[in-house]
């Protein structure tokens, strides 16, 4: 049977309500290196599903990163520790994910809980099951929690959304879809940003500096060292930049939002690809795709175990020194774009 995402949708409110009744325990587990998305949808429903009447938990691996800490309702997380026993759930959903393996030390939580969900926007390789509202034609994960708590208003005829939710909502929506810019921009996700904006007093400048334009003299030093570090392959078409931990020990800068460069470095006239390349403390290389063109990111992100969307994703590399993942990654992006565009075909 074809996958109806809003059947899943129905199906994870139903077992809500029926939590509700009991004071049941429901487990949002958004992924590891959480984003505004994935922290907005799990804290949003953790408030509407508090509404109802049931307990709920916002359970991460890391705190808050300096990039969000502007974010209401944050204070709500609880950071896993995980020489402590999971906390016990009645059911627990990943959120802006569908996968154990993106949940980092919390997977084993997750799938120690026996009745599971998930709410995710993000290209999968498998048929979804039954609890997994899973639509990759949607914005962002945002828009899919606001459709679930939307339908709670119509179903109890009493308010869902608050303040909080709505400043969450616009900045999962807003940071997903790059402000509005990005091709993944949906007609549903403006006319649910014009709801919130008319029901709530949200100050959308202030929501948009503190989301992209506030910044350190460090963060500004660190742009400026990964931009000196870009080089092109493949005729231009492909652009490579890298950080090192040692270029960010010198500037002092954390690593929380670097991803959003790679956007940025994807605006360079005729690129079809851009590679971020982050060397992470623990040795492994993570890496941010941005495309155009035919090059599909999330399709190639899939052979190194990564995913996410079409024009942008990620992915991470073990066992290799970022030189070598970066010589790696430029002959298979090479190969991917040849075959795509057509360059690689003979006769």
Known sequence: MKHKPREASNRLLEIVLDLAAVKGHIGLFPHERFDADAIGAAVSLSRAFRSLGCRTTVLTDEQVPPSLLELPGL???VVHDSDRECPVFDFAIAVDCHEPHRLGRRGDCFLKTPLRGAIDHHVQQVEPSDLEYIDTGASSSCELVFEMIWDLELHHACPFFDHTIAILLLAGTITDTGRYSYSNTTPLCLRQAAFLLERFEVDLAELHYNLYERTTINRLQIKGDIFSTITS???GRILLAHVTQAMLMRRQAPDDDLSNLASEIRASEDI???FLFIETQDGSIRVSIRSNSCFDSA????????????KAAGMAISDLSIE??????????EAYL??????????
């Not at 040849?338 to 006769?347: A, D, F, I, V, Y």
């Open 75 to 77: 204070e709500d997380i």
């Open 324 to 333: 070598q993942a970066m010589e790696t990654v430029a002959r298979e992006a």
């Open 233 to 235: 392959v493949a005729e």
């Open 272 to 274: 079809d690809v851009v």
């Open 338 to 347: 040849n075959r795509c565009s057509g360059r690689g075909k003979t006769g």
């Open 299 to 310: 399709e190639f992100a899939a052979i190194f175990g990564g995913g996410g969307h079409v």
